[in-house]
């Protein structure tokens, strides 16, 4: 969880914000997982949320107390908290005509995105908990997940067990056995 201690203020970050999101930048690269062409998981971490608040509070000009704690209440539900990954999963499309016929064919797809830690079984995304983002008509590109592990799955995560990804939907099925070692690594730095 993020405090208002953990914050700058907007005139501390304006001198630091070159800096500060160069490290974020190189941070992310560790955290995302393409999914075939046309679907990402970016995983959000203490940092990842930082940087958000971050540019919420700069963008907005927000540096009063209740404001501050109004955007810490937004995004620290998106940090995981030890048995857990959190992401946000975008469904991209360049094309606009392309992305609405694909998301019409994919609703539902948010609830069938999976993690994997070797040795046990698939665990499937818990989506949009913050409010709902599909209709009869189509999903949305945008969808926040959580991830929820077992002990054994964390315990096994954090000795080094590969870790895979997936999605098994009519209109999108990809499967990846086990991430690379950078992004395994920064997943498994997420578990208690």
Known sequence: MLSRDDLMNLETYAGQRAEFRARVIAHKKDRQVMLGENATLYFEDR???QYQIQEMLRIERIFDAEGIQEELDTYNPLIPDG???KATFMIEFTDEKARKEALAKMIGIEDRVWMQVAGHERVYAIADEDLERDNAEKTSAVHF???ELTPAMVEAAKSG???GAGIDH????VSIAALPGNIRDSLAADLA
Not at 170 to 173: Q, R, S, T
């Open 161 to 163: 067990a590969d870790i």
């Open 170 to 173: 009519e209109a999108y099925n």
């Open 145 to 147: 997940m959580r991830f």
């Open 83 to 85: 048995s857990n990954w």
């Open 47 to 49: 940092l990842t949320m």
